[in-house]
Structure formats: structure tokens, C-alpha cells
């Protein structure tokens, strides 16, 4: 990576910081649900064309999905745009500096692309629906990520966790989740004047609950399961008939979330069982573990300034999941995380999360970050050593993957 390079993509993502704080503030201030994202399109596009770029809009089937390339021949590199919001809590996961920082480092490599004529092909691709809704699952199905060389996000997390003047991690491992609904079909009865004629749909659900809750001492200390109950009867005087519950399931790879969601389907079965109800499921949006590149992460701590970024700083910074994780089983994949400060040290999922997302300190660090990822984009462009040595490491992964390793 020649020194002249790096100037032009820092000077490019410099000269359009106000087009880049632009669109994340509309996305922080307009908060959208997965696949409702429909403002957060169309500004994205409308920037996007403003900048002279051809973008296609609705990409890949989904209609808040977007894309636009640069570059011909060579290598490809996709960087990845969230902006998908929580229920009642608005940009508390912080999506729109995901969306800021790979926004930047598009701007970065496609402005080296364009003046050094060299050959290669950067694309930014948005990504709905990263909150549950499998946003991409679906454009992986659709042939987003095909022929790519590697695909970069960076993604906030909670600050106050990070020691020192540590201020990102490179290397960040992310959970597997299995996704289930379940439900339970008993029967109704008038629970004053005949409960003896009902099957209770809810005693299956509290049972379940319990014995799940008695699971957890029996689980690894990097295992997750939560859950909620959709729905748990009506009235009390009715004895509920069908009743219904949501859970995540996570471990550290695929195989070990599958193998302890079949430890706890057996509470489920056994409350079902137990109280005389039907059961069934339904599978959700799963989503794959994290499975960094280290190569990359290397690449990115070695850009990055000198002792603001960790390798592999705490285990539980940022412990939960994400659709990205099954980008990295289809190409090479950087998922790294920066911290924001949040006034009580609230970390994610939280509105003191949200509010932090939204200042200025927090859209600087994005686009730092998104300075770091687009100076490794360009080396995955343009040096032949370190693309070979990133795609045999990542081969060498998907192998230990399959043996649920």
C-alpha cells in the first residue's frame, strides 16, 4: 500500500464528512424497524446519486436494500451498510454508525479506485433488517456476497468496558443463535365452573420456563438462552388454550447453539408432556457465529492509531449475534468493534445506548473506523500476497466450521 494511496483515501473520506454526517443523522433521527427502512433507502440513494454514483435501489428483491459499485476487474470487496432500528428504543444498537463508517470507507476506496486506475471493485451494500429480521440471510441467498473477497463492518459497543486508551477491538468473536417460536395447544375451559375440563397452554409455558431456568447451571459460561412469551392466554376465567413463546438459543459456533437447543426442545416436549398439550415449532431467522479473519483484524490493527485499538480485548464487549456472522462463512469477514460512551454506562439494546449513538464523539470514532477499514479494503485490492494468505486462512476455517469447531 503505497503512501500516495493512503492520502487520497483519507483526503476523499475528509472531504465528504458532511455528506457522511448526513446520513447519519437522518438515519439516528428517523428511526425504522427491519424492512421498514424505506427513509433510510432512499436518503442512502439519493446521496449516493448525488455523489455521481449509479446506485441500485431495492437490491436483490428487497425493497430496502441498496447497492452501488465501483471498479472493474481484480478483486472485490463489499463493505456493509445497517440501519435497522429497535422497537421503542430507536438506534440503540447504534446502526447508523455502522452505516456512517462503511459509507466512509466506500468513499475511501472507491476516490483510489477512480485515480489510480488500478484493477479491482469496491461495493457498499445495505443491509436491512439486521435486528432479527435475517436482512442478510436473504441477500446472501440472492447472490449478494458472490465472488467477494472479503466483506468489512465495524459495529459500537459500550465504552466503558474498554481499558485504558483502548478505544476499538480488531478481533471479535460473535455468538451463534438458533431462533425458535414454540407453541402450545391445550384445550379451553370456564376455569370456575369446570377447570377440570381444560388443558392449560400456559402451565406448559411457566413449566418450560422453570426447567430452562434450571438448564442454565448446566451450561457453558459463554451460553446464552432468553425468551419471552408471546402470548399467554386472554382472561383469566378462561383456561388458555394456545399459548406462545419466543427464545434465542446461543453457543460459540453453529453445531454447539443446535446441540443445546436440542437440550432445551426437551423442556419444551417435557412441559408439553407433563400438562397434556400439543406442541410445535417454528424456526426464525438463525443466525452463524462471528468467525473473523485474522488476517484482516491484523491488517486493521496495524492501520488503526497506535494503542487505541486492542486485538481481542474483553470476551462479553460485544456478546451477542448477528446475521454477519453467516457472511463470514461465504467469504472472508472483519467485524470489528469501537466503543462509544454512554452517560451511565448503559452498553447496547438500552435508550442511554441510543442517545450516545446519536453525538458527535460517537460519529467521529465511526469514521475513524471507517478510515481503517478502507486502507485494508485497498490492501485486499491491491496486495496479491496478502489476499492469497487471507483466503487460504479462511479455507482452512470454513474446515474447522464444518467440524463444528
Not at 459500550?158 to 478505544?167: E, F, K, N, Q, V
Not at 438463525?286 to 486493521?300: G, H, I, M, N, T
Amino acid at each position: 500500500m503505497t503512501q500516495d494511496w493512503v492520502k487520497v483515501i483519507d483526503g476523499e473520506i475528509v472531504a465528504r464528512n458532511s455528506e457522511i454526517n448526513a446520513i447519519n443523522q437522518l438515519i439516528h433521527e428517523n428511526p425504522e424497524l427491519a424492512y421498514e427502512e424505506y427513509k433510510a433507502h432512499d436518503n442512502f440513494v439519493a446521496a449516493l446519486q448525488s455523489l455521481g454514483f449509479e446506485v441500485t435501489s431495492k437490491a436483490y428483491g428487497l425493497d430496502t436494500a441498496f447497492s452501488t459499485e465501483v471498479g472493474s476487474g481484480g478483486r472485490l470487496i463489499i463493505y456493509n451498510a445497517e440501519y435497522d432500528a429497535l422497537p421503542g428504543i430507536g438506534h440503540a444498537c447504534g446502526h447508523n454508525l455502522i452505516a456512517s463508517s462503511s459509507f466512509a470507507s466506500f468513499l475511501g476506496v472507491a476516490a483510489a479506485l477512480k485515480a489510480s486506475g488500478l484493477p479491482g471493485r469496491v461495493r457498499l451494500l445495505g443491509t436491512p433488517a439486521e435486528e432479527g429480521g435475517g436482512g442478510k440471510l436473504k441477500l446472501i441467498a440472492a447472490g449478494a456476497y458472490e465472488g467477494a473477497a472479503a466483506s468489512l463492518m465495524v459495529h459500537p459497543g459500550p465504552g466503558h468496558t474498554l481499558s485504558g486508551a483502548i478505544r476499538g477491538v480488531s478481533y471479535v468473536r460473535m455468538l451463534a443463535n438458533v431462533k425458535m417460536r414454540v407453541y402450545f395447544t391445550g384445550r379451553e375451559s370456564h376455569a370456575a365452573i369446570a377447570p377440570w375440563d381444560g388443558v392449560n397452554a400456559l402451565d406448559a409455558v411457566c413449566l418450560s420456563y422453570n426447567a430452562i431456568s434450571m438448564l442454565r447451571q448446566q451450561i457453558y459460561p459463554y451460553e446464552r438462552i432468553h425468551g419471552v412469551f408471546r402470548t399467554a392466554g386472554d382472561r383469566p376465567n378462561v383456561t388458555p388454550a394456545n399459548c406462545c413463546v419466543e427464545y434465542y438459543v446461543r453457543s460459540e459456533t453453529r453445531t454447539g447453539a443446535e446441540r443445546l437447543w436440542q437440550r432445551v426442545l426437551k423442556c419444551f416436549e417435557g412441559a408439553a408432556l407433563a400438562t397434556g398439550c400439543e406442541i410445535r415449532t417454528e424456526a426464525l431467522n438463525s443466525y452463524a457465529d462471528v468467525r473473523p479473519s485474522s488476517s484482516l483484524c491484523k491488517a486493521y490493527l496495524n492501520v488503526m492509531p497506535e494503542g487505541t485499538v486492542a486485538y481481542n480485548e474483553p470476551r462479553d464487549f460485544l456478546a451477542g449475534s448477528t446475521d454477519m456472522g453467516d457472511v463470514c462463512y461465504e467469504c472472508p469477514g472483519f467485524h470489528g468493534a469501537f466503543g462509544i460512551g454512554t452517560k451511565d454506562g448503559e452498553a447496547n439494546h438500552t435508550k442511554g445506548f441510543a442517545a450516545a449513538a446519536g453525538t458527535p464523539e460517537s460519529f467521529e470514532r465511526a469514521v475513524e473506523c471507517g478510515r481503517g477499514m478502507a486502507k485494508v479494503g485497498w490492501k485486499v485490492l491491491t496486495d496479491d500476497g496478502f489476499a492469497e494468505q487471507m483466503k487460504k486462512e479462511w479455507e482452512q476455517d470454513m474446515k474447522l466450521a464444518a467440524e463444528g469447531k
